[in-house]
């Protein structure tokens, strides 16, 4: 499995941007797709997942400003994301699990993209 993310930019405080993630290769033994983000100094960490029964799990810290979707017939993931805040500065990586419930751990996960930068500017 192959994940291509991109759309990550320089935002203001308070802006929105949406993330997209493309699939390519044997996706259909993936069950879950995801995001995880990773600031400088510090270790990455869950952002949000959603499975193959489209339920939607979030990191306390953005539930109720990031909405995370998938268009199946694309095999695409997205991250629309809004109210930005400087702390939400990092590098996005778009992610992919063979495992039913996977863990909001890095090392659940079986596929990584290559990382898009958002930068929010206060």
């Known amino acids: 499995v192959q994940l291509q993310a991109s759309g990550g930019g320089l935002v203001q405080a308070g802006g929105s941007l949406r993330l997209s993630c493309a699939a390519s290769?044997?996706?259909?033994?993936?069950?879950?797709m995801g995001w995880f983000r990773q600031a400088p100094g510090k270790e990455r960490e869950f952002v949000a997942r959603?499975?193959?029964?489209?339920?939607?799990y979030y990191a306390d810290s953005v539930k109720g400003r990031f909405t995370i979707s998938k268009d199946n017939a694309k095999d695409t993931l997205y991250l629309q994301m809004s109210s930005l805040k400087p702390e939400d500065t990092a590098v996005y990586y778009c992610?992919?699990?063979?495992?039913?419930?996977?863990?909001?751990?890095?090392?659940?996960?079986?596929?990584w993209g290559q990382g898009t930068q958002v930068t929010v500017s206060s």
């Open positions: 290769g044997r996706t259909f033994g993936v069950y879950n």
């Open positions: 959603t499975n193959k029964s489209g339920s939607e």
């Open positions: 992610t992919a699990s063979r495992t039913y419930y996977p863990g909001s751990t890095a090392h659940d996960y079986d596929y």
